[in-house]
C-alpha cells in the first residue's frame, strides 16, 4: 500500500480533502489541525471528503471524518459529502453508519482544482493517545453498532491515560 497523505483544495468556500493511500493514525493532527482552521474560515461554506484514491483508512481517521460531518452540521446546518468508489471502503462507510451522516457519492469527481498536500504534523505519543481516544468516541456515539465495536479499546485507551 501507498503511505497516505491527505491533499486538499478550497474554491469559494468548499473544500476539498483528498486522502490518498493508506490513510493512518500519523495523518489525525494533520487532519485535525486541518479542520480546525478550515471551519474557522468565514467563507466557509461545505466540505467534499475525495476517497477515491484511498487504499485503506483506519478507524481514528474515520473517527475524524465522523468528527467533520458532526461540526459540519453542528455549526453551519450542512451534510458534507464523501465520494468513494472504492467498493472495500463503501462497505466500511456503510457497515459504520457513514451513509446517516454523509452524503455518500460512488461517482469519480471531475478534478478541476489544484490540489495542495498537507504537511503531515508530528505529534508526542500522549497527544495522539488522545486524539485516537476521541476519535473512536466520536464513531462510538454515531449508533449502537459502533459503540459495541469499539467499547474495548475506548475503555482500554481511558485506563492507559
Known sequence: MTVGKIQFA????????????DVRLTLCS?????????????DFRSVIVDLTETEGIDSTSLGLLAKLSIQAKRR????PTIVSTNEDIN????????????????DQLQESQQMSELPCQECSEQVAKEKVLDAH?????????????????????????
Open 137 to 161: 468516541k466520536v464513531l462510538m456515539n454515531m449508533n449502537e453498532k459502533n459503540r459495541n465495536t469499539f467499547k474495548d479499546l475506548v475503555k482500554s485507551l481511558e485506563c492507559d491515560s
Open 76 to 79: 453551519f446546518g450542512l451534510i
Open 91 to 106: 462497505r466500511v462507510l456503510l457497515s459504520m453508519g457513514f451513509d446517516q451522516v454523509f452524503i455518500l457519492v460512488r
Open 30 to 42: 494533520t487532519l485535525d489541525t486541518f479542520l480546525d482552521k478550515m471551519f474557522a474560515q468565514p
Open 10 to 21: 478550497e474554491s469559494e468556500g468548499t473544500y476539498i480533502l483528498k486522502f490518498v493511500g
